[in-house]
């Protein structure tokens, strides 16, 4: 069955729901249920400084989903891409869904013309990392954050 690539729709809100809260179990966290609401509602606002987000579903389905934002860069003039969010559900998974998402936010990136995409990503998350082998490149940045 062929994987649907498209933008976030308000009707998406209980299959966005379900993938998002897989995504931030996985990361060991949750978010109430007033949080998630509001989140989505940013998602679909059209504000070029907030997220947007990008759904894959397969047989009506959602089966994963993208966030992605674009911002300015303090090297260059033209924007860069931001995949702060990805992730398809397990039953979905090593059926190309997870690809299929990035190569549509580096489409998303090409039209506003974005220097490039860019993402981070656990160390222990090995099975994601063997994707983003294939379709990224690591970088030598190590990331902090205010303790």
């Known amino acids: 069955m062929s994987i649907e690539l498209r933008a976030l729709r308000e009707a998406d809100y209980e299959g966005w729901d379900l993938l998002w809260q897989g995504y931030l179990a996985f990361y060991g966290t949750k978010r109430p249920r007033a949080y998630r609401r509001s989140y989505f509602a940013r998602l679909l606002s059209g504000n070029p400084?907030?997220?947007a987000g990008l759904v894959?579903?397969?047989g009506g389905r959602l089966v994963?989903?993208?966030h992605y934002l674009f911002h300015a860069?303090?090297?260059q003039s033209e924007p860069v891409c931001y995949l702060q969010d990805l992730y398809a559900a397990?039953?979905?998974?090593?059926?190309g869904v997870g690809r299929a998402l990035i190569e549509a936010v580096y489409a998303e990136a090409d039209k506003k013309a974005a220097s490039g995409?860019?993402?981070?990503?656990?160390d222990f998350n090995e099975t994601a990392r063997r994707l983003y082998d294939r379709v990224g490149r690591p970088t030598p940045f190590i990331k902090y954050e205010r303790p």
Do not use: C, I, K, N
């Open 49 to 51: 400084h907030d997220y």
């Open 56 to 58: 894959a579903a397969r």
């Open 64 to 66: 994963g989903l993208a």
């Open 73 to 75: 860069h303090g090297w």
């Open 90 to 95: 397990p039953e979905a998974r090593g059926s």
């Open 117 to 122: 995409v860019y993402w981070t990503t656990q």
